[in-house]
């Protein structure tokens, strides 16, 4: 995966090697269900305890043939001790993990700090850029941090290099500073 910036005359590249990963092991299945010979409905559950009906039983012992300790578990119902095997299916599609990340700047390696440097660096021009010097007029749509804000007239008694605006989604308004609206970008 490879992300292009273009800062100025410098082209900064990302790029970040994923790694298919894939097990072939058994994989809870989500929409298992079942009700053991007592009654007892038992399913999967979202969350750490994936199996809150059921609890783990377990048992040591030694292997004749390896000459180890083996440690051999099951899940059992936590009302009557019957065993049971929650539904799994085996997943075959490739997954990816994250990799090495390389930082480029015009093609020659650069540290993660200098190239989070140089992004940190083109964020604060382009804000910079965004930043209104005159009041905008009255009606037109700006941006607030985050918001979309509506301009409305000053309010009466308001300092001067102030804007009173309205939230989009709230409808409140509010008294603020000129530095702190942005254009929005086309």
Known sequence: MARTF???????EIERDMIQVSTGLPQP????KTTD????EH????????YPTLRVEGRTFWCPDCHEEHEETRLV?????????PG???DTSPQYLPGR???LLNGEPITKERAEELLAEAKRRQDDSARLTEAPAIGSRVRLGEDVVTVLPTAEGASAGS???MYDVTGRMDTVSLGRLRALRP
């Open 6 to 12: 273009h800062l100025g005359d410098d082209v900064l």
């Open 29 to 32: 299945s989500k929409s298992w």
């Open 37 to 40: 010979s007592q009654g007892h």
């Open 43 to 50: 399913a999967y559950a979202d969350g750490p305890d994936r």
């Open 77 to 85: 119902c936590r009302l009557c001790g019957e065993r049971v095997d």
């Open 88 to 90: 799994t299916y085996i």
């Open 101 to 103: 990340t390389s930082y």
């Open 163 to 165: 804007v009173t605006v």
